[in-house]
């Protein structure tokens, strides 16, 4: 994959961050180091090493799930919301 004009554009408009344009050149190149490493790790083969660890001993622990209503807490989240109609979050479009 190649880091262009075209990739930091398209970044910056799903992140909605303005990008300086003396900062795109060290941006792209730092991009292109972070893919070519991961595409590093791609590389190798790891399909005869055993799993040597697990976080959780025993497995996923597992709990009821329980759905509850809290409505008090439903309106204190909704009053910090920047925008909220009957009892959703309204956020701005995204998909064109």
Do not use: C, W
Not at 16 to 30: F, G, Q, R, W
Not at 41 to 57: G, H, K, M, R
Not at 70 to 79: A, G, K, N, Q, V
């Amino acid at each position: 994959m190649t880091v262009d004009d075209n990739l930091i554009a398209k970044l910056s408009k799903l992140s909605s961050l303005e990008i300086d344009e003396a900062k795109k050149e060290n941006l792209k190149s730092e991009l292109a180091d972070i893919i070519n490493f991961v595409e590093n790790l791609n590389e190798i083969d790891v399909s005869s090493i055993e799993a040597t660890f697990n976080t959780v001993e025993g497995g996923t622990p597992l709990r009821e799930d329980v759905a509850k209503q809290d409505l008090e807490l439903s309106s204190h989240i909704m009053s910090n919301a920047p925008k909220s109609e009957d009892g959703y979050f309204v956020v701005p479009k995204i998909i064109e």
